[in-house]
């Protein structure tokens, strides 16, 4: 069994996904072990202790630099014997420092079909905005590994989500997660997982 540490930062839909995910059996291979917030107030963190699942709270504003950051989030990873790391809505960036630690055992999923609408400065409802400003007829989600540049890792699973007319940025985010995000990152995290441990860790 993988071990899965989620990091949040916000309402934490994508992390709910994932623990239905785990009680419906899509993920199986892999058990969510931990859940770390940057942020005291992520309603993410009731879900997670709503499921008994343990909680921890690193805020970056209370560490000096990134380093320190990073290092106490390893640390806790560490502690907790964490196989498989899953940012969902994570609105921090990691740097290669943490990227190279766990190659190939990072995942984020993304509100836009990359390489649209991705990089440094698109996150959340800004993606939406953006994708309806150019016009853009389809939109999506997309799962992807994390290295050293801001959503450029491998991709493990994209799916795509057509435009309406009358999208407004929170009606498009409603229907992005709820058709594209909220189904495949679970799917990808169990096919993650299951690789993990065919692997034998
Ligand atoms: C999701 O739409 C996720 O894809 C996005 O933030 C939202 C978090 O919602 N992530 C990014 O934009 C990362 N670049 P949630 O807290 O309800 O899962």
Redesign the pocket.
């Known amino acids: 069994m993988v071990n899965i540490a989620v990091l949040?930062?916000?309402?934490?839909?994508?992390?709910?996904?994932l623990i239905d995910a785990e009680k419906s059996r899509i993920i199986k291979s892999g058990k969510i072990k931990l859940v770390i917030s940057n942020n005291y107030d992520?309603y993410?963190l009731e879900r997670a202790k709503n499921n008994k699942i343990k909680t921890s709270i690193i805020s970056k504003k209370e560490c000096v630099d990134q380093n320190q950051f990073e290092s106490k989030i390893i640390e806790e990873l560490k502690n907790n014997k964490i196989d498989l790391i899953v940012?969902?809505?994570?609105?921090c960036i990691l740097s290669e420092n943490f990227t190279k630690i766990y190659d190939h055992r990072i995942i984020?999923?993304?509100?836009s079909l990359i390489p649209s609408f991705?990089g440094e400065g698109?996150?959340?409802l800004?993606?939406h905005e953006c994708a309806l400003q150019k016009g853009v007829k389809v939109t999506g989600?997309t799962v992807h590994f994390v290295n050293e540049i801001p959503?450029g890792g491998e991709i493990i699973m994209q799916k795509a989500v057509k435009i309406l007319d009358n999208d407004t940025p929170k009606t498009l985010?409603k229907r992005?997660?709820r058709l594209a995000?909220w189904k495949i990152l679970p799917m990808s995290v169990e096919k993650v997982s299951k690789e993990i441990e065919s692997e034998g860790k």
Do not use: R
Not at 9 to 16: A, I
Not at 87 to 91: H, S, V
Not at 108 to 111: A, G, K, Q
């Open positions: 949040v930062s916000g309402g934490g839909t994508n992390l709910q996904a992520a993410a940012l969902a809505g994570f609105m984020n999923v993304h509100p991705c698109y996150y959340g800004k993606v989600a959503d985010q992005v997660m995000e």
